[in-house]
């Protein structure tokens, strides 16, 4: 069946992704800057492309911080827009038929009614969210007989602990900087936005388990594999949690009792987003990790178990 190429491999989800497709027998190899180069070196793509004898690519190889992207918009569209034209370009050269490209709720911005599903207005709120709508065009516009499943992940979480995947105490994920926060590695916790138009002002997201993100992707190349149509599927479980509430979770998960300090929206947050999932579970996609104490639990315990001091 030919070897899978992940990009971002050595990332967060990519590390998760390039496991689940080991465990099921898959052969894997990894393009990551932490590894072995950059989805821009066009030279080094067309290598590992042919040579590899590859026959899909997940694509997850991106920049993906919402507050940096407004700060350095430049860095977004290089990465995430130019870096996907060259990939798809060699992909196109190598005579590759499957692609599954991560893509993001932020492209919906602030939908106008939850949950949101695939067909809903593209109204990005930061240059991460443009970023991705411009990769996604690409895809659309290039694909011919590429056929490609666009996953538009909502808030990605949890830890599976058999990966490789170390943690980064420089995070951006929520759940992730809230239990650094409880076990004192970082000063204090802020919370960004006590006036959103939610239940108790705080923004509202729809975590998802990083396995079952995984194992969107599994669902993504069968799929691909036998024959279908190109696809666009929402990742998330349907139900939405306010920082506040992953607050108070935490507290309850660690036993750990921390200080909050509330600051200002930052630019580009959106108040809620949620998925509407229902494309990917009629495909048989059934999530295992649905519940978020169990998502605090697994990442809590990978946290305290791998951080040195």
Not at 4 to 19: E, K, P, Q
Not at 43 to 70: F, W, Y
Request: charge should be neutral; proline fraction near 5%.
């Amino acid at each position: 069946m030919g070897t899978i190429l992940v990009t971002g491999g050595a990332g967060y989800i990519g590390s998760h992704v390039a496991f689940a497709l080991r465990e099921r027998g898959e052969k894997v190899t990894e393009l990551d800057l932490l590894i072995n180069g950059d989805i821009r070196d066009r030279t080094l793509v067309s290598a590992l492309l042919r040579e590899g004898e590859v026959s899909a690519v997940a694509h997850l190889a991106a920049c993906i911080d919402v507050e940096e992207s407004v700060h350095n918009p430049k860095k977004y569209y290089d990465n995430n827009v130019h870096g996907t034209q060259i990939l798809m370009e060699e992909v196109k050269r190598a005579g590759v038929a499957c692609f599954v490209f991560s893509s993001t709720a932020a492209v919906y911005g602030t939908p106008a009614t939850y949950p949101v599903a695939e067909d809903a207005p593209l109204r990005p709120e930061n240059p991460y969210g443009e970023s991705k709508v411009r990769a996604e065009a690409i895809l659309h516009q290039m694909g011919g007989d590429i056929r490609y499943v666009i996953l538009r992940y909502f808030n990605v979480a949890g830890i599976n602990p058999k990966t490789q995947y170390r943690v980064r105490q420089d995070t951006t994920h929520l759940i992730r900087r809230v239990i650094l926060s409880a076990l004192g590695r970082r000063r204090v916790f802020e919370v960004y936005g006590t006036d959103y138009p939610t239940r108790d002002g705080t923004a509202i997201r729809d975590y998802v388990h990083v396995d079952d993100v995984a194992e969107a992707h599994i669902r993504a190349l069968r799929y691909l594999r036998t024959g279908n149509p190109s696809a666009v599927w929402n990742v998330g479980y349907g139900r939405g949690y306010s920082v506040m509430e992953v607050v108070e979770m935490v507290k309850k998960v660690t036993g750990i009792d921390f200080p909050v300090e509330y600051a200002p929206r930052r630019p580009g947050d959106v108040s809620t987003v949620v998925a509407d999932p229902t494309r990917l579970m009629r495909l048989g996609w059934q999530p295992k990790h649905n519940n978020l104490e169990e998502i605090i639990q697994s990442e809590y315990e990978w946290i305290r178990s791998n951080l040195s001091d």
